[in-house]
């Protein structure tokens, strides 16, 4: 058992935010991570992709053809002889030997907010008690690799840490290809000067360390030095999309979703273990193809690009891309042309990070409402990562109240997806 982070009571962002930023004017999230090991792993980072609001399998990666619930969409030919995908998804296509699916993903949650927390953390809610996220798992379980955080959400906030403490946090990015105001002296305030300030603030904490030492005071004492040290790392490069060429950006997509595909790449190059892209809307009650068409125009060229490129530089191999949504949609279609919940069935897609490419698990009944074959459960996900990361996802940690608990609520890694 551990008692994991939970010793880090106060994160970087809300130490600068209170303390130095009173000197300084700025702030930094929480961004240490503990260290572990990870001996048995085929994978050192993870890129999660969660598609909010519940992605449509058919209309995505298991396409019905010449079925009633087909939609408006025709199935595509793949870089795997006899596999097909949807046709919004034309580049990706070519990229699917470096990718595997899931495709009888069986869900227990058609509520938004329910399916989402058991997606995310593999438990289901349970009054009183906020599980962590797979990235703020992998933070607490795998070492910090160089000065950037271990765990970066983008476009959205990212799991919260839970009973392991705010160490595990998420570092969140809210525009990708933005400068964070808050990793960077305050304008007007040039760098000696800000210098200086930390100096102060150093002299002024010693003081107070050698009056009241205390756990706490600490814990703030770390968070500051982080902090600091991150503001000044020339790691902090990763975030300048800017120094990609223009084909580059060009070829992600001039989009939130492709400048948060770009950022990735650029964050696993420097280390970061866990990178969370968030994108909403895909909740289509009404008139889900013309979204859909849309959602693919934008995700196509992002996805499609990243693989190929994590793949050309070798980093695939070490980079476990996964895209998930809280559920799949009805096969049947709605009188206003939509897709309501479905937590039946869906489909999980997978690249890299030691995972076969060109490889199919399970399968969905013929119209898309059920598994067919090889069902997989949600904690079955869970565990398939922590086995690629080389975490033990039966590990138990000890929540502040003193009861033990598994990072992963059960389930069984899905092998057949590893060479």
Same mark, same amino acid.
């Given at each position: 058992?551990?008692?994991?982070?939970?010793?880090?009571?106060?994160?970087?962002?809300?130490?600068?935010?209170?303390?130095?930023?009173?000197?300084?004017?700025? @702030?930094?999230?929480?961004?240490?991570?503990?260290?572990?090991?990870?001996?048995?792993?085929?994978?050192?980072?993870?890129?999660?992709?969660?598609?909010?609001?519940?992605?449509?399998?058919?209309?995505?990666?298991?396409?019905?053809?010449?079925?009633?619930?087909?939609?408006?969409?025709?199935?595509?030919?793949?870089?795997?002889? &006899?596999?097909?995908?949807?046709?919004?998804?034309?580049?990706?296509?070519?990229?699917?030997?470096?990718?595997?699916?899931? /495709?009888?993903?069986?869900?227990?949650?058609?509520?938004?907010?329910?399916?989402?927390?058991?997606?995310?953390?593999?438990? @289901?809610?349970?009054?009183?008690?906020?599980?962590?996220?797979?990235?703020?798992?992998?933070?607490?379980?795998?070492?910090?690799?160089?000065?950037?955080?271990?765990?970066?959400?983008?476009?959205?906030?990212?799991?919260?840490?839970?009973?392991?403490?705010?160490?595990?946090?998420?570092?969140?990015?809210?525009?990708?290809?933005?400068?964070?105001?808050?990793?960077?002296?305050?304008?007007?305030?040039?760098?000696?000067?800000?210098?200086?300030?930390?100096?102060?603030?150093?002299?002024?904490?010693?003081?107070?360390?050698?009056?009241?030492?205390?756990?706490?005071?600490?814990?703030?004492?770390?968070?500051?030095?982080?902090?600091?040290?991150?503001? %000044?790392?020339?790691?902090?490069?990763?975030?300048?999309?800017?120094?990609?060429?223009?084909?580059?950006?060009?070829?992600?997509?001039?989009?939130?979703?492709?400048?948060?595909?770009?950022?990735?790449? /650029?964050?696993?190059?420097?280390?970061?273990?866990?990178? %969370?892209?968030?994108? &909403?809307?895909?909740?289509?009650?009404? @008139?889900?193809?013309?979204?859909? %068409?849309?959602?693919?125009?934008?995700?196509?060229?992002?996805?499609?690009?990243?693989?190929?490129?994590?793949?050309?530089?070798?980093?695939?191999?070490?980079?476990?891309?996964?895209?998930?949504?809280?559920?799949?949609?009805?096969?049947?279609? @709605?009188?206003?042309?939509?897709?309501?919940?479905?937590?039946?069935?869906?489909?999980?897609?997978?690249?890299? &990070?030691?995972?076969?490419?060109?490889?199919?698990?399970?399968?969905?009944?013929?119209?898309?409402?059920?598994?067919?074959?090889?069902?997989?459960?949600?904690?079955?996900?869970?565990?398939?990562?922590?086995?690629?990361?080389?975490?033990?996802?039966?590990?138990?940690?000890?929540?502040?109240?003193?009861?033990?608990?598994?990072?992963?609520?059960? &389930?069984?890694?899905?092998?057949?997806?590893?060479?």
């Amino acid at each position: 058992m551990s008692s994991g982070c939970r010793g880090y009571a106060v994160s970087r962002r809300a130490v600068l935010g209170a303390s130095a930023g009173t000197l300084l004017g700025l @702030n930094v999230r929480s961004l240490l991570a503990r260290t572990g090991t990870d001996a048995k792993a085929s994978a050192e980072h993870v890129i999660l992709f969660w598609n909010g609001g519940g992605m449509s399998h058919i209309d995505t990666f298991d396409p019905k053809p010449g079925r009633p619930t087909q939609g408006e969409f025709s199935p595509i030919a793949t870089s795997v002889p &006899g596999l097909q995908i949807s046709e919004i998804l034309p580049q990706l296509s070519k990229q699917m030997h470096h990718a595997a699916l899931i /495709r009888s993903v069986a869900g227990t949650n058609g509520d938004h907010g329910r399916a989402t927390y058991q997606l995310q953390t593999s438990y @289901n809610t349970f009054p009183n008690l906020q599980h962590p996220g797979m990235g703020n798992v992998v933070t607490h379980e795998l070492p910090q690799l160089g000065d950037l955080p271990a765990f970066v959400s983008v476009s959205g906030q990212g799991t919260r840490a839970g009973y392991l403490g705010q160490k595990c946090e998420a570092f969140f990015v809210g525009r990708p290809g933005e400068k964070d105001p808050y990793l960077a002296f305050p304008e007007g305030v040039a760098a000696m000067r800000g210098q200086k300030r930390l100096e102060a603030l150093e002299r002024v904490n010693a003081k107070f360390a050698n009056r009241a030492p205390s756990s706490e005071f600490d814990a703030t004492q770390t968070a500051t030095k982080e902090a600091v040290r991150l503001m %000044q790392s020339p790691a902090l490069e990763a975030f300048e999309l800017e120094k990609e060429s223009d084909a580059t950006r060009d070829r992600y997509g001039r989009t939130e979703f492709g400048r948060g595909c770009l950022l990735a790449r /650029r964050l696993v190059e420097k280390g970061v273990r866990f990178v %969370q892209v968030n994108r &909403g809307g895909f909740d289509v009650h009404y @008139n889900a193809f013309p979204a859909m %068409q849309a959602h693919g125009e934008v995700m196509d060229p992002a996805l499609s690009s990243l693989v190929s490129d994590l793949a050309s530089s070798g980093l695939l191999s070490k980079t476990l891309i996964i895209m998930l949504s809280e559920f799949g949609r009805t096969p049947k279609i @709605n009188k206003d042309a939509g897709r309501d919940h479905h937590a039946g069935v869906f489909t999980c897609f997978m690249a890299g &990070g030691g995972i076969k490419g060109g490889t199919v698990i399970g399968t969905s009944d013929e119209d898309g409402y059920k598994p067919k074959d090889r069902p997989v459960a949600v904690p079955d996900l869970h565990a398939t990562v922590c086995h690629a990361l080389g975490i033990d996802g039966a590990k138990e940690v000890i929540t502040p109240l003193q009861r033990p608990l598994k990072l992963v609520d059960g &389930g069984k890694p899905v092998m057949e997806l590893f060479a």
